[in-house]
């Protein structure tokens, strides 16, 4: 990873951090390639078993570094270009692509939230913050539309009039009201811990299991019930009698004495 977004893996739970503290996370180009790499990079890894996002310093991440990417006009077309058979760009990759892990991907946000940073706080499956966390669908106040995946993300929290009120205003709003309004899974003084503790949670059950399951929601939420119906069977049957299923019936079986452990991820 480059020095703009750093990775630890410990007891198989990966810590993505961005770590631009002096610009508040602002994202550069940088940054929008070390996020994109480090997601991609997780995909991969069939050890881990959950994702924590979250800011270096003071915030989570303030949005778009305007001056930054609008002196180079190369950078912003690379951010808009789809390469290949792609569907997202490299500015939607960094919210799109957490949802490509599959794993739990949570974000814990503090400070500032606003724009693009929110948009990838979106893409996890959870959002930890702190009440006093400022959030903003800031694009409007640079004459933009948010374009870095929130048109998928947003649809499956909120009502669309709530959708385009927030956006053609880009009010701000703290960590309570984003929870009013079901923007954020948990509000608390302690995200992080609180996300940590989710995490080892979620790592005691069936690693097939919570990936069909992400993938299950993610491709249905706003899916016709015939496809909606499909997809619980073919993922179901993934699932019936392999190893890690057979593992959950064994570890819940209070007269099974040594446990099948799981492995890990099939894919």
């Known amino acids: 990873m480059n020095e703009r977004v750093t990775l630890e893996i410990v007891d198989n739970i990966a810590v993505v951090t961005m770590n631009r503290p002096d610009k508040l996370n602002a994202l550069d180009m940088p940054m929008f390639e070390g996020l994109a790499k480090t997601a991609k990079k997780l995909a991969k890894n069939r050890d881990i078993r959950a994702v924590i996002l979250r800011g270096e310093g003071n915030a989570f991440c303030s949005g778009l570094d305007v001056k930054s990417i609008m002196k180079n006009p190369l950078a912003a077309a690379k951010l808009l270009i789809k390469p ?3 569907i997202s760009n490299l500015a939607q990759d960094v919210g ?3 949802r490509q892990v599959p794993v739990p991907v949570i974000a814990v946000t503090q400070g500032k939230c ?3 940073g929110f948009q990838i706080a979106l893409g996890a499956d959870f959002r930890y913050t702190m009440p006093d966390c400022e959030f903003s669908i800031m694009e409007m106040k640079w004459g933009l539309i948010p374009d870095m995946s929130g048109s998928i993300t947003l649809r499956e929290l909120i009502p669309i009039d709530l959708a385009k009120e927030l956006t053609m205003t880009a009010r701000i709003f703290d960590g309570n009201e984003a929870k009013e309004m079901g923007l954020v899974s948990h509000v608390s003084e302690k ?3 609180d996300a940590l503790a989710f995490a ?3 790592s005691k059950r069936s690693p097939d299991a919570i990936a069909n399951a992400k993938k ?8 016709t019930e015939k496809v909606a119906l499909w997809w619980e069977t073919k993922l179901q049957k993934q699932l019936i009698g392999r190893w890690n299923q057979r593992a959950s019936i064994s570890q819940n079986n209070p007269k099974e004495k040594n446990p099948m452990a799981f492995k890990k991820r099939s894919k």
């Open 216 to 223: 299950l929601f993610n491709e249905t939420w706003t899916a």
């Open 191 to 193: 995200p992080f811990d």
């Open 84 to 86: 290949g058979r792609k």
């Open 200 to 202: 080892k949670e979620i």
């Open 96 to 98: 799109y692509l957490w």
């Open 114 to 116: 606003w724009g693009g």
